[in-house]
């Protein structure tokens, strides 16, 4: 038993079914860190990005080895990093809120660089134009580059969205209860991984799936040319 | 004489080894009309996007409006601060060759958006305005256009009147009707000829088109090898050039 849920192992078939209330709870999670990761990665990979524009040599430096430092090195590693070290130095979070931080982490390093790719492939002209209007840089990103970018950054950003959401399980080793956590445990307690596993994977392929048609979507309905943002 | 509101003295503009402009002298008296001709490469559009702040310049001294472009403490390229340039440039406009209207704007957004955010205009009197400048340059009925809906001539009487919206001193052209198809061009020629007649508005042209060049300018440079050649009233530049490297550039554009 487990949240209150009962597990009849009589058929497979029954065992899956009995289970799938106990999954629900644990689909909750991973959304939920996916959601919270994902956001963390919008955000903080545009200011990544942002910054390693500086025209302060020191400041895009840094970034550049943070972001360099995050991509080229495991989110397994990173995640152990955060659960197990950060309390060394007082700062102690919940397990889910260190798996978000995690999964935010690594993937702003991706999303910085195609927030990265974006900007550089808004035309010339168009900042001269900016500077022209005397419009300040912040303006310039604010009103002409960022709603530029924005319909040719959708595809990329969204792999990343099913990407993570992919990877979340990952979360269940500093012990959060997600999907992949809670199959766990139902496993050690009845002796049958196959049924609770198969249940996690076939979870998972609708979510993605619906998850890339989502984008699809959105992608279809931006215009073209850019989005105003104000 | 009163002073003048653009004064290029010794400026030397270098891109890596190569030097575009080679210590450039160059003065503009408030209102006048200048059309600068030459080859390409010969450095003319360098002047105007020196002007605008969009390119440095190495050596010399460069003042528009009183001020001069690089300060005593300034550091960076520009040798100048952020706050410093913005200043120089709230004198300046530009039309550029490739029009560069905001293609996610709508035809009035683009040119309420740099009044509303730079100068902190009202946005409905800003629209007000943008609504007279459409009228100007007769695109009112294009106002909820988008740029990718309009004809590059179109396009470019837009990029003019949101120049013009931020009521700059100097108005700069660079090319404004190269990039266009033939037929397109007259309708830009006109609206720039209307703003010819305007006494206090200084315009610097960069153009291939020779007649209408000696129609609307006060004065005509040619440019080569980054220096100015031969400069004259455009009856007497047209009709009887000094150089010899004028007469060839005229007579080659001319027949050509």
């Known amino acids: ?230 | 004489m009163t002073t003048p509101i653009i004064r290029f003295q010794d400026v030397t503009k270098r891109f890596g080894a190569l030097t575009v402009l080679d210590d450039f002298n160059f003065d503009v008296r408030q209102g006048e009309k200048v059309t600068l001709i030459g080859p390409s490469g010969s450095g003319k559009s360098t002047v105007l996007r020196i002007l605008m702040t969009l390119e440095p310049f190495q050596e010399g001294n460069l003042e528009l409006a009183g001020l001069s472009y690089h300060e005593p403490q300034g550091r960076g390229e520009f040798k100048a601060s952020e706050k410093h340039l913005h200043r120089i440039r709230s004198n300046v406009g530009m039309v550029f060759q490739s029009f560069n209207l905001f293609p996610h704007m709508s035809v009035l957004r683009n040119i309420v958006e740099a009044p509303v955010a730079v100068l902190k205009m009202k946005r409905d009197e800003a629209e007000g305005r943008a609504v007279e400048l459409l009228r100007m340059v007769g695109l009112l009925d294009k106002k909820d256009h988008y740029p990718s809906q309009l004809s590059g001539g179109q396009q470019q009487r837009v990029a003019i009147a949101r120049a013009l919206a931020m009521r700059p001193r100097v108005l700069l052209f660079d090319e404004p009707t190269s990039a266009l198809d033939p037929q397109l061009v007259g309708e830009v020629l006109g609206v720039i000829r209307g703003l010819a007649h305007e006494h206090d508005l200084t315009m610097l042209l960069v153009t291939h088109e020779m007649r209408f060049a000696r129609e609307v300018s006060d004065r005509v440079c040619f440019f080569d090898k980054g220096r100015i050649v031969e400069q004259g009233e455009p009856e007497r530049f047209f009709s009887n050039p000094e150089q010899p490297r004028t007469r060839e550039f005229l007579s080659s554009v001319l027949n050509g």
């Open chain 1, 1 to 230: 038993m487990m949240y209150g849920y009962e597990w009849d192992t009589t058929t497979t078939l029954s065992f899956a079914l009995s289970i799938l209330p106990i999954l629900g709870i644990g689909l909750l999670v991973t959304l939920q860190a996916a959601a919270v990761g994902y956001a963390i990665a919008l955000v903080l990979g545009l200011v990544l990005a942002l910054l390693r524009r500086s025209r302060f040599k020191a400041i895009s430096w840094t970034v550049a080895c943070f972001t360099e430092f995050v991509r080229d090195t495991p989110l397994l590693v990173q995640l152990f990093f955060l659960y197990y070290v950060l309390p060394d130095f007082g700062i102690i979070l919940p397990a889910f809120m260190t798996g978000a931080l995690a999964l935010g982490l690594q993937y702003s390093a991706y999303t910085s660089e195609v927030y990265r790719g974006g900007i550089n492939a808004v035309p010339r002209g168009q900042w001269e134009a900016a500077t022209a209007l005397n419009l300040t840089r912040l303006q310039t990103y604010r009103d002409i580059v960022v709603p530029q970018m924005i319909p040719r950054i959708v595809p990329a950003l969204g792999n990343y969205l099913v990407s993570m959401l992919k990877e979340t399980p990952v979360l269940s080793v500093v012990t959060v209860l997600d999907m992949l956590g809670l199959a766990n445990m139902i496993g050690e307690r009845t002796f049958d991984y196959l049924v609770p596993l198969s249940m996690v994977g076939l979870i998972f392929l609708p979510m993605t799936l619906i998850c890339s048609a989502l984008i699809h979507l959105v992608e279809r309905a931006l215009p073209k040319s850019g989005i105003p943002l104000r």
